[in-house]
């Protein structure tokens, strides 16, 4: 995994950001008066931790991720910045091996595949005669235009050899396409043909956000199986997926809790109801590598799943796996809110939850949202919900049938670390066999586990998240990332391209390109490294400014020269497809802001807070103008080349 990626996932912006600011719960945002400038009247700084960054509104009119905080607060370069965050985060920095680059980059060809997969499918999906079905049936199942977007459904045409014809046409070979899952291999016959055909496709993703496999429903009602699969792949492992975790992790971290469900349409569901921290199974029951996902933002999950006999034997399986996995004593340093330093010993606290008979957790949501709140709110300990299910199945009046129910729960309440909780089980289990807690622990169970010493962190609970308002940041902000790489790839080829394009920003009375335009701090200080080589008016090869960088910009520079350059016949025109990246991202960075202003201000009248509304309100008026600025910008230089044309 990217270091870098993985340090985001292990850190948490708003621990970070408290250690030094004293931040205020507001909304789904956390405010505080701005670290940068002088300023004790309003709190003009904002973090956001759904899409962990960070905003001054104030004098600054600054912004970043994780790194570009750290890196302006201690006044340190990328790099420092990079070894004391990965030190905190427990993240190994290694210099890239030639051997692990080139598989990184035959992995990156495959992804890009995934992706244009990904693509192709939803196209289908939106404007195809043959989905026309498919679309009804997700009409019918309440899904938004919004939800299906954000999720990227598709629609595999029942054909042999669509999608192969389509992608050999983009330059793929049918051994990448057979890699990936794609295409299928006959081996009797020596026929290779499309997996997914006449199937509604929904795209998986990894705790990157990078598309791996596609889950791909039937809509035939006598179609086997129901939920087709990629298959096991190096880039799919149905076992160490979780569907819409890359999603969810923030909202999970927020509400302090995941919950697991057993359907993708389950979360899809959810999302669309505002229940963000939700994450599904890949069809299995839980294993060991998806609850060590889940335990890097949270400590607490409840299993949701169905209300039919094979949800609850998944259930009763999946608890087998996670008292395996995360009942153990494991050293962690935490720092929930900067108050509290301290090396503790932390284990999970999972609950299960039932669904009514008939009922599954997208049923339940479409049929009544705020029943499957309180669902999830009433989630029991583990030992319980088992005690509760299998008694409930069991004939307690059978002295035979008290014996076998004793041997499958007491294995559990054996291994409850806590010695109040375990107590408490004890009597709940002698309560509900109607026996003596005294014969129960003299019980021996053939091949039971020994006890687990030490002492159990009990967890607060927390409902789950209330729905949110719809917002469009995460699109916008795979947007421009893509706008961002493009214009550093076109720049590392040939560095002068900043001077031309600088120039025509100032003709637009637009500001010149600098760092701060960027989205992430690895990237600012690539293009300063760009900008310096432009300065010096001498045309650099990608090798000369190889040399001067580090192990990590170099493999960024790398992962960059993968994506596809501008054909030599089309490059005169780059400059303004250029300057018009810049404005396109400047564009969709100021609306972002917008959306969040929006919300803000919305927050902020709530609380009745003048002072407050008052600065939002005029920075809302600053960027509104500022948008006004950018696209008269654009106007001009999309006149400039029709003319020129």
């Known amino acids: 995994m990217d270091p870098i990626q993985e340090i985001k996932n292990r850190l948490d912006i708003v621990e970070l950001v408290s250690e030094t600011v004293n931040l205020r719960k507001s909304g789904r945002s956390y405010t505080g008066f701005c670290p940068f400038h002088s300023n004790t009247r309003t709190p003009s700084f904002v973090v956001f931790p759904e899409t962990q960054t960070w905003r001054c509104f104030g004098a600054c009119a600054e912004g970043g991720d994780i790194f570009s905080y750290f890196m302006k607060r201690d006044g340190v370069e990328f790099r420092e910045a990079l070894v004391q965050l990965a030190a905190r985060a427990g993240v190994q920095l290694e210099e890239p091996d030639p051997q692990k680059i080139a598989r990184k980059n035959a992995q990156d060809h495959l992804v890009e595949l995934l992706e244009a997969a990904a693509g192709y499918f939803h196209q289908l999906f939106l404007h195809a005669p043959q989905a026309q079905f498919a679309r009804e049936y997700i009409d019918k199942r309440g899904f938004t235009a919004e939800t299906i977007d954000t999720f990227r459904i598709g629609f595999a045409l029942n054909s042999w050899n669509a999608a192969r014809d389509h992608f050999l046409g983009q330059g793929y070979s049918e051994e990448d396409l057979i890699k990936v899952g794609l295409l299928t291999v006959n081996e009797e016959k020596g026929t290779r043909y499309d997996r997914f055909r006449n199937r509604l496709m929904i795209p998986i993703r990894d705790m990157q956000g990078r598309v791996v496999g596609f889950g791909a429903r039937t809509l035939d009602p006598d179609g086997i199986p129901k939920y087709l699969n990629s298959p096991q792949n190096e880039l799919f492992d149905k076992s160490n997926l979780l569907f819409g975790l890359d999603m969810a992790r923030r909202h999970i971290r927020e509400a302090r809790q995941a919950v697991i469900v057993e359907g993708y349409m389950d979360v899809i569901m959810a999302w669309q109801a505002g229940f963000r921290n939700m994450v599904a199974q890949m069809g299995t029951a839980l294993t060991p590598t998806q609850l060590n996902l889940l335990k890097r933002v949270t400590k607490r ?95 307690l009046n059978d002295p035979k049938n008290k014996t076998q129910l004793a041997e499958k729960v007491i294995p559990l309440i054996r291994d409850v670390a806590s010695p109040v909780e375990r107590e408490h089980f004890w009597q709940l289990l002698a309560r509900t066999l109607r026996v003596d807690d005294r014969a129960l622990k003299q019980l021996y169970v053939p091949g039971e586990r020994r006890p687990v010493v030490g002492e159990r962190r009990s967890t607060k609970s927390s409902p789950p998240p209330k729905p949110t308002p719809q917002n469009r940041a995460r699109s916008r902000g795979d947007g421009v990332k893509k706008i961002e790489e493009n214009f550093l790839r076109e720049c ?135 948008i006004y600025q950018v696209n008269r910008a654009k106007a001009a230089i999309k006149g400039i080349s029709r003319r020129r044309s």
């Open 301 to 395: 999950f409840v299993i949701a799943l169905d209300a039919d006999a094979a949800g609850v034997n998944a259930t009763l399986r999946s608890l087998d796996v996670a008292r395996k996995t995360l009942d153990r004593e494991e050293e962690l340093r935490f720092d929930p809110t900067g108050l509290i330093k301290e090396e503790g010993r932390l284990q999970a606290d999972m609950r299960i939850v039932s669904m009514p008979p008939g009922e599954d957790p997208d049923s339940l949501i479409r049929q009544d949202p705020a029943l499957f709140a309180r669902r999830i709110e009433g989630a029991k300990p583990v030992v319980e919900y088992v005690i509760d299910v299998l008694s409930q199945e069991t004939d």
């Open 492 to 626: 590392l080829i040939d560095p002068l391209l900043i001077r031309r394009i600088n120039r025509m920003l100032s003709q637009e009375g637009q500001s010149i390109i600098h760092a701060e335009d960027f989205s992430s701090a690895v990237d600012r200080t690539l293009f300063v490294v760009l900008n310096q080589q432009q300065s010096l008016g001498v045309v650099a090869s990608i090798e000369e400014i190889w040399d001067s960088l580090d192990a990590l910009m170099q493999q960024r520079v790398q992962q960059l020269m993968q994506l596809s350059s501008t054909k030599q016949a089309e490059r005169e025109k780059l400059p303004e497809r250029l300057v018009h990246s810049v404005l396109d991202w400047r564009l969709r960075k100021a609306n972002q802001l917008n959306d969040e202003l929006k919300l803000l201000i919305r927050e902020a009248k709530q609380e009745a807070d003048v002072e407050l509304v008052r600065n939002y309100t005029q920075q809302h008026a600053e960027l509104t103008r500022q």
